[in-house]
């Protein structure tokens, strides 16, 4: 910025020396006092122009800005030293005045490169302590490295992206239900509640850990003028061969008559089909029941049309999946990141943690009006109140990873796996679930679980169990159920018993090379 100043200067010299030859003409002496002043308000500018450059930057913008000001009023008061003087002088300034926001531009890019860089290079060092101090941590009395800590840190960066990246679906998915209900304000559509985080991804334990789906479940509540019943047989029954029967209800002395609404019971349907739009059992209904595929297809077109107001729709590009039972969605970041959605739909059943989902528990063909009983809600609640208990460094989640993640190829499913930890959590004390105990914890789910082999037997988590927390709610048909056997199969076809011995087996080989391979 000196250089600037010097500018300034030598211009305020070349200004000085036309009015030089303007007085030259004037021979009076009052002509060589005007001519002397200027000239010792040079030599003030100068001296000043050399204190300047060993200021502070703080007093060197205001010094700037009265050598411009001061200079500008000089050329007005002897403008007769000619037009092209004037000209050059208020070049001079547009140049200054460029040149000093450039500088303030550098100035401010360098100094946010510089903060970058420090949070970068703090946020390295706080990753390098963290690791560490569980290196630290892992190691044993003998100096050995504790296999706990070896696969915490191994697979510590996956459970830091299911959380973030489970965080920001949560609220994406709620943005966009929030755009949904303005639309469906005024008809008579299910009401859509607030979502609810289940399945794996959730509970930050997924298998797969490259291609996460996220899974949602919306509670779906009966609109005005609307009932919904549940129709089922046992509490087996329940489980796959449940149905959800539509109902009109008369609206003629509620509130819910406010408005236009007229009573579906009490008028003529002629009238309401001129002067209010039609009931739900008129459209996401086959015969009297809630219909499964309707309901999917009617959501996922909803979504489409409502995606456009959504704050995430500028850096996201959605993509609606191939589904007759549930709304599956591909989220790509303008980053080039993909995010795996499915949104599943339930009832709630009463006021318990129960529900009765779009999701079948097998790829079967089922029917469109039928609905599966779902614990998932109940699932992730005992995970969310198990973290609250467990000790800090718990590794109950990442024991069930590593078991899930070699399930490949075999006939078990990750949900066995699963009601096993959940027993175990139960019914050992939780202290017991500590890193260093990592190796004791995955012996004990492996010798659990071929106990259940052997006597062909794994019993529901939710049925007939006292240890399940009195903060989760059942409904009383489930707390009076007998206990439900989710290796019936095997129980009922011998082969079939075999087979899942001998994968097995080979899942205990699998777990062995594993740990082999870290030694």
Same mark, same amino acid.
């Given at each position: 910025?000196?250089?600037?100043?010097?500018?300034?200067?030598?211009?305020?010299?070349?200004?000085?020396?036309?009015?030089?030859?303007?007085?030259?003409?004037?021979?009076?002496?009052?002509?060589?006092?005007?001519?002397?002043?200027?000239?010792?308000?040079?030599?003030?500018? =100068?001296?000043? *122009?050399?204190? /300047?450059?060993?200021?502070?930057?703080? !007093?060197?913008?205001?010094?700037?800005?009265?050598?411009?000001?001061?200079?500008?009023?000089?050329?007005?008061?002897?403008?007769?030293?000619?037009?092209?003087?004037?000209?050059?002088?208020?070049?001079?300034?547009?140049?200054?005045?460029?040149?000093?926001? =450039?500088?303030?531009?550098?100035?401010?890019?360098?100094?946010?490169?510089?903060?970058?860089?420090?949070? !970068?290079?703090?946020?390295?060092?706080?990753?390098?302590?963290?690791?560490?101090?569980?290196?630290?941590?892992?190691?044993?009395?003998?100096?050995?490295?504790?296999?706990?800590?070896?696969?915490?840190?191994?697979?510590?960066?996956?459970?830091?992206?299911?959380?973030?990246?489970?965080?920001?679906?949560?609220?994406?998915?709620?943005?966009?239900?929030?755009?949904?209900?303005?639309?469906?304000?005024?008809?008579?559509?299910?009401?859509?509640?607030?979502?609810?985080?289940?399945?794996?991804?959730?509970?930050?334990?997924?298998?797969?850990?490259?291609?996460?789906?996220?899974?949602?479940?919306?509670?779906?509540?009966?609109?005005?003028?609307?009932?919904?019943?549940?129709?089922?047989? +046992?509490?087996?029954?329940?489980?796959?061969?449940?149905?959800?029967?539509?109902?009109?209800?008369?609206?003629?002395?509620?509130?819910?008559?406010?408005?236009? #609404?007229?009573?579906?019971?009490?008028?003529?349907?002629?009238?309401?089909?001129? %002067?209010?739009?039609?009931?739900?059992?008129?459209?996401?209904?086959?015969?009297?029941?809630?219909?499964?595929?309707?309901?999917?297809?009617?959501?996922?077109?909803?979504?489409?049309?409502?995606? !456009?107001?959504?704050?995430?729709?500028?850096?996201?590009? #959605?993509?609606?999946?191939?589904?007759?039972?549930?709304?599956?969605?591909?989220?790509?970041?303008?980053?080039?990141?993909?995010?795996?959605?499915?949104?599943?739909?339930?009832?709630?059943?009463?006021?318990?943690?129960?529900?009765?989902?779009?999701?079948?528990?097998?790829?079967?063909?089922?029917?469109?009006?039928?609905?599966?009983?779902?614990?998932?809600?109940?699932?992730?609640?005992?995970?969310?109140?198990?973290?609250? /208990?467990?000790?800090?460094?718990?590794?109950?989640? %990442?024991?069930?990873?590593?078991?899930?993640?070699? *399930?490949?190829? +075999?006939?078990?499913?990750?949900?066995?796996?699963?009601?096993?930890?959940?027993?175990?959590? +139960?019914?050992?004390?939780?202290?017991?679930?500590?890193?260093?105990?990592?190796?004791?914890?995955?012996?004990?789910? #492996?010798?659990?679980?071929?106990?259940?082999?052997?006597?062909? =037997?794994?019993?529901?988590?939710?049925?007939?169990?006292?240890?399940?927390?009195?903060?989760?709610?059942?409904?009383?048909?489930?707390?009076?159920?007998?206990?439900? %056997?989710?290796?019936?199969?095997?129980?009922?076809?011998?082969?079939?018993?075999?087979?899942?011995?001998?994968?097995?087996?080979?899942?205990?080989?699998?777990? =062995?090379?594993? *740990?082999?391979?870290?030694?």
């Amino acid at each position: 910025m000196a250089v600037t100043k010097l500018f300034v200067w030598v211009l305020h010299v070349v200004i000085l020396k036309g009015a030089s030859s303007v007085v030259a003409r004037e021979p009076n002496e009052t002509a060589r006092d005007r001519m002397q002043q200027p000239l010792g308000l040079l030599n003030q500018e =100068r001296v000043w *122009l050399l204190e /300047e450059v060993e200021r502070p930057s703080q !007093e060197k913008s205001k010094g700037r800005s009265y050598v411009v000001w001061r200079t500008l009023l000089f050329a007005l008061q002897h403008w007769q030293s000619g037009l092209i003087a004037g000209v050059l002088l208020l070049l001079s300034v547009g140049l200054y005045w460029w040149l000093r926001k =450039r500088s303030h531009e550098e100035d401010s890019s360098s100094d946010e490169e510089s903060s970058s860089s420090e949070e !970068e290079a703090q946020q390295e060092a706080e990753e390098e302590a963290e690791e560490e101090e569980e290196e630290s941590e892992g190691e044993d009395a003998d100096g050995e490295r504790d296999v706990g800590s070896y696969f915490a840190r191994r697979i510590r960066w996956s459970v830091r992206k299911l959380h973030y990246e489970s965080d920001l679906v949560f609220l994406l998915v709620g943005s966009l239900l929030h755009a949904c209900r303005q639309r469906l304000s005024s008809s008579f559509f299910p009401v859509l509640e607030a979502a609810i985080g289940v399945g794996s991804a959730f509970e930050c334990w997924s298998p797969c850990e490259d291609d996460a789906v996220y899974r949602l479940l919306v509670p779906l509540k009966a609109p005005r003028g609307h009932a919904f019943h549940l129709e089922a047989g +046992t509490v087996g029954q329940m489980l796959a061969d449940s149905c959800i029967r539509v109902e009109q209800v008369c609206t003629c002395m509620t509130e819910e008559t406010v408005g236009d #609404m007229l009573c579906f019971l009490h008028h003529p349907e002629e009238v309401l089909r001129k %002067n209010q739009k039609p009931s739900l059992l008129h459209t996401l209904c086959t015969g009297p029941h809630l219909d499964v595929q309707k309901t999917a297809l009617w959501f996922q077109d909803l979504l489409r049309s409502a995606w !456009e107001f959504v704050p995430q729709s500028r850096r996201y590009r #959605m993509k609606v999946l191939p589904s007759i039972r549930s709304c599956k969605l591909q989220l790509t970041h303008v980053s080039g990141r993909t995010l795996l959605v499915e949104i599943v739909f339930g009832v709630q059943q009463g006021d318990s943690d129960i529900f009765l989902s779009s999701q079948v528990i097998e790829a079967v063909c089922t029917p469109s009006t039928t609905w599966s009983l779902s614990f998932s809600v109940a699932e992730a609640k005992f995970f969310w109140l198990m973290a609250r /208990e467990v000790p800090h460094d718990s590794f109950h989640l %990442n024991c069930l990873q590593l078991c899930t993640r070699m *399930l490949m190829g +075999t006939g078990f499913s990750s949900y066995a796996f699963k009601t096993v930890v959940m027993h175990l959590l +139960t019914t050992m004390p939780l202290a017991g679930w500590r890193r260093t105990d990592f190796l004791l914890r995955l012996e004990d789910i #492996m010798r659990y679980l071929r106990y259940c082999l052997e006597e062909k =037997r794994l019993n529901h988590f939710f049925f007939d169990n006292e240890t399940i927390p009195e903060e989760i709610i059942l409904p009383p048909a489930l707390q009076r159920a007998e206990p439900l %056997n989710l290796l019936q199969n095997l129980a009922q076809d011998p082969a079939a018993h075999e087979q899942a011995m001998s994968e097995f087996r080979e899942l205990q080989f699998r777990l =062995r090379r594993e *740990l082999f391979n870290w030694h």
